[in-house]
């Protein structure tokens, strides 16, 4: 079995940063990827950044390239999400997450890819 815990989560002004970690405990061996995914109020969960560890690809919501920034390390079972000029748009419960098994490049974004999922950590952007 897998463990994922976040943290980092916080209230932050508009404009602000905050950082998130990701850390995996338990049979972490043979994840070939994690990701970060958000659900807001209301809304069906959506992908956030993902990070591909065989290749060190990563891969961002257009909604958050280039005020977020992933990164990790999988010997260490650490991922983390930066993220920068935030908005009252960001304001949502943030999850990590990992997968097993390779998806394909077009799925990567798709919840139904990740095997394991975190509890979640709630950011609020005020304005």
């Known amino acids: 079995q897998v463990q994922l815990l976040e943290s980092g989560g916080g209230l932050v002004q508009a404009g602000g940063s905050l950082r998130l970690s990701c850390a995996a405990s338990?049979?972490?061996?043979?994840?070939?990827?994690m990701g970060w995914f958000r659900q807001a109020p209301g809304k069906e969960r959506e992908f956030a950044a993902a990070?591909?560890?065989?290749?060190?690809?990563?891969y961002y919501a257009d909604s958050v390239k280039g005020r977020f920034t992933i990164s990790g390390d999988n010997f260490k079972n650490t991922m983390y999400l930066q993220m920068n000029s935030l908005k009252p748009e960001d304001t949502a419960v943030y999850y990590c997450?990992?997968?097993?098994?390779?998806?394909?490049?077009?799925?990567?974004?798709?919840?139904?890819?990740?095997?394991?999922w975190g509890q979640g950590t709630q950011v609020t952007v005020s304005s």
């Open positions: 338990g049979r972490t061996f043979g994840s070939y990827a």
């Open positions: 990070i591909t560890w065989s290749d060190g690809n990563t």
């Open positions: 997450a990992k997968t097993l098994f390779r998806p394909a490049t077009a799925t990567i974004p798709s919840p139904s890819q990740y095997n394991y």
